[in-house]
């Protein structure tokens, strides 16, 4: 019996159920987290579902933008500072490796064939999840590259988790108490926190690439809890704010931690609120993202994470080469 992929029609909930069910499924691949890129965008999603028989086996949603006639395809859509998507396999856990392979490739097989068929791509670029085997895409000749974030476990006591840091961020946590405060808050915060991030590329003579409009849009529509502004207040004024996305078992750092506006270590101590917070709770995994870029690396590796690879998979016809070359970058400056 082969594997047949078709647009998906069904109920929201059962999408996410099988999204939280996957190994590789995140807060990215669930159904509103689409819908609000795809009303934040110029392109139209495309909810992708295999079957192999009535067994679901796979997720993945594309978002085709049209510029000039020309259909392009991406997952993740840019140009929104979400770091992958890409394809997700379920009820897979207890397979073989020569049936998880064999499963993995057609199923990615029938996705890209329908790719073909229904909106004839001439770009087609995707961001894996990590652990995701991307071999079916190099088997059908698109170029992979392997990126890299930083996860950190916090599945541990807290105090664990600080002593494991370097000595200079440690120095940081916890000092200033009477002077910093931080605080979860809600529109305000949000505002204040892509405000920051705005000047802080103009000074670099860059445009920062994420609307205020997508990120109050998450807020709003999002599930509670999922999307999480932390600000960091000195003498009754924000000074700095980071903003956090939570799933069922990660929390990943998303925008902010620009240079505070104040002469005490702001963006550490959010980040430890992040942790504590996120550890109450139950979570088990802090993604710090920033590990494609040296400069971030240099802060994020602080924290002491594990290096962990995902790909970035791409294929484009010679015409398209000047939009490749504009996603690199937004890629490059976004993560």
């Not at 200033?176 to 505002?191: K, S």
């Not at 088990?284 to 870029?293: E, H």
């Amino acid at each position: 019996m082969g594997i047949e992929v078709s647009p998906y029609d069904g109920a929201v909930d059962t999408w996410d159920r099988h999204v939280a069910n996957s190994p590789h499924g995140s807060i990215f691949h669930q159904s509103s987290f689409i819908d609000i890129l795809e009303e934040h965008s110029d392109g139209v999603a495309h909810k992708l579902i295999g079957y192999k028989g009535e067994e679901p086996i796979g997720l993945f949603s594309v978002l085709e933008i049209k510029k000039a006639g020309i259909s392009s395809i991406f997952s993740p859509p840019p140009r929104m500072g979400i770091p992958f998507q890409g394809p997700i396999l379920v009820n897979s856990e207890q397979l073989k490796q020569r049936k998880l392979d064999s499963r993995n490739k057609a199923f990615i097989d029938r996705c890209l064939e329908w790719c073909d068929e229904e909106l004839n791509p001439r770009y087609k670029v995707i961001r894996t999840p990590t652990k995701y085997d991307p071999r079916p895409f190099v088997w059908d000749d698109f170029t992979v590259q392997p990126r890299y974030t930083y996860h950190l476990d916090i599945q541990r006591d807290p105090e664990e988790i600080q002593n494991s840091f370097s000595k200079s961020l440690r120095r940081y946590i916890g000092q200033n108490d009477e002077q910093l405060r931080i605080e979860e808050q809600g529109e305000e915060a949000i505002r204040f926190i892509y405000e920051q991030m705005e000047t802080r590329y103009e000074e670099q003579n860059l445009d920062y690439p994420i609307s205020l409009e997508l990120l109050v849009a998450l807020y709003n529509e999002l599930p509670d809890g999922q999307f999480r502004p932390y600000v960091g207040i000195v003498d009754g004024e924000r000074v700095g704010g980071i903003i956090a996305l939570e799933d069922t078992d990660t929390i990943y750092f998303y925008e902010g931690g620009g240079k505070p506006d104040a002469d005490v270590p702001v963006n550490d101590n959010i980040h430890w609120e992040i942790i504590t917070r996120a550890c109450e709770r139950g979570l088990s995994t802090y993604d710090l993202s920033g590990a494609n870029n040296p400069r971030l690396c240099d802060y994020k590796s602080k924290f002491n994470p594990e290096l962990e690879l995902y790909y970035e998979i791409e294929k484009s016809t010679p015409v398209m080469g000047l939009s490749l070359y504009v996603y690199k970058y937004v890629s490059q400056n976004t993560s």
